[in-house]
């Protein structure tokens, strides 16, 4: 029996990125649906009725919504190539740091986009204490979960957004200099063949933050 995998998705969308990767490392074959989040298809809303939002992953006709319970839903599936540990432990702390990044770092992210003057400073420095946080988790490690690019990588691809966001929008925020193991975390992941296949072009990326800037947050 062939399986039956789509993606409900946009393209600009960081949270719709993050399942391709996931579904591009384990070699899974699926149609990508691009939304319209101006005007959501009823397929969306069918799908995903409580809370009306991508990415959606409908397997075999059975929808899962938010995008860190697809991944987990998608290793579990899909067990070649796994993205989450097998260790007990490792596992719970991959979904810690996942979790710290979606609940800490995104909201302060898309904060300091519409925050200006003094505010804006303040969310910049607390987005820099996180980042140090996450600098500390990182260390001397190739990706957070290793050797290889793992489920917090993919769900740090919203650090991937803020390097974009700080360019279009002239901002220093994650520099080299003050975060240079992080860099390298980012040059290694931009490399990798899958993630970068899965990136949208850089100078429509750009547009996109700079049409975006000021508008409401995006949601997850």
Known sequence: MTEEVKLFGTWASIFSRRIEVALKLKGVQFEYIEE????????????????????????????????LVILEYIDETWKHNPILPTDPYE??????????????????????????GEEQKGVIEEIQEQLK???????EKKFFGGESLGFVDIAANIIVFLLVAQEALGMEILTEEKFPV???????????????????????????VKVWFGSSTPSK
């Not at 939002?53 to 409908?58: A, G, H, S």
């Not at 710290?100 to 519409?114: E, F, G, S």
């Not at 946080?133 to 260390?139: A, F, H, I, N, V």
């Not at 980012?186 to 996109?208: G, I, T, W």
Request: proline residues 8%.
């Open 182 to 208: 992080l860099h390298g975390w980012y040059q290694r992941l931009v490399d990798d063949a899958v993630f970068k296949e899965c990136m949208p072009p850089r100078e429509q990326h750009l547009s996109s």
């Open 91 to 116: 596992k719970a702390m991959a979904r810690f740091w996942a979790k710290y990044i979606d609940d800490k770092l995104w909201p302060a992210v898309t904060k300091v986009l519409v925050s200006k």
């Open 36 to 67: 319209n989040l101006s005007n959501k298809s009823p397929a969306l809303l069918k799908y995903n009725p409580v809370h009306k939002k991508i990415p959606v992953l409908v397997h075999n006709g059975k929808p899962v919504a938010e995008s």
């Open 133 to 139: 946080t996450l600098e500390s988790e990182l260390k």
